[in-house]
């Protein structure tokens, strides 16, 4: 069975600071991968995706994410915070032969200090 | 303008008291689906459905009933609310038999829903 692990429940930055946003995923399968973000008081909004190719993933709002077959990862990255990044984000996995089924982490929610 | 909608937004009601939470997708989406978000539990799937008259049980589907009479409409019902369904609700669909961007799923705004 499938399952996200994000490690974090809740992560504090300073505005200006490197974002760092973990999550490991387990798959027999080669997954497809997501990190979906929710403002607040709002529904989830695709931010990047993964699904063949390039490993390196360039997303909305200047977010990147990196997949690492070999450590099971999909860690969502921003070189500079802003205040507007507050938000809670969700990594979350699919495979080919389930539909559009999402598999999500618990969440994982940013904070970003002045 | 594409999107996913949901009805109503917001609700409060009794245990026992049957409700309907609508859900309606303007992009000729085959596949739909109900998830619900509880705190430091992410989002988990209740049902979902890969065309019309076609439904199946999600992760946590106990307590909940689906139809999917027609393409755009896929309602979440719950025929005897309990406190333990006090949760956020988000419908979603996706395009997956198209084959160009089959695991996009397009989410709903949510339907906050307290059982007391």
């Known amino acids: 069975a499938q399952s996200v692990t994000q490690l974090g429940s809740h992560v504090s930055v300073s505005e200006g600071a490197l974002v760092l946003l973990r999550c490991n995923y387990s798959?027999?399968?080669?997954?497809?991968l997501f990190w979906y973000v929710q403002y607040p008081n709002q529904g989830l909004q695709l931010l990047l995706k993964y699904t063949t190719g390039a490993t390196l993933v360039k997303g909305i709002n200047g977010f990147e994410a990196e997949f690492k077959k070999s450590e099971t990862s999909f860690h969502l990255t921003k070189p500079s915070a802003h205040m507007s990044d507050a938000a809670e984000y969700f990594c979350a996995v699919s495979r080919y032969n389930q539909g559009g089924k999402l598999i999500f982490g618990q969440g994982t929610e940013l904070s970003v200090k002045p | 303008e594409a999107q996913v909608t949901q009805n109503p937004r917001y609700l409060i009601t009794v245990t026992g008291k049957k409700l309907t939470v609508t859900c309606s997708q303007n992009?000729?989406?085959?596949?739909m689906s109900w998830y619900r978000q509880d705190p430091g539990l992410g989002l988990r799937q209740i049902y979902y459905?890969?065309?019309?008259?076609?439904?199946d049980k999600g992760d946590v589907p106990e307590g909940y009933k689906v139809s999917r009479k027609e393409k755009r409409n896929f309602p979440l019902i719950l025929e005897s609310p309990s406190p333990n369904q006090t949760s956020l609700y988000f419908c979603?669909?996706?395009?997956?038999?198209?084959?160009?961007?089959?695991?996009?799923?397009?989410f709903g705004p949510g339907t906050r829903l307290t059982v007391t």
């Open positions: 798959s027999s399968v080669p997954p497809y």
């Open positions: 992009m000729n989406h085959e596949y």
């Open positions: 979603a669909s996706s395009d997956w038999t198209s084959g160009r961007d089959p695991y996009e799923q397009y």
């Open positions: 459905s890969m065309n019309v008259e076609v439904t």
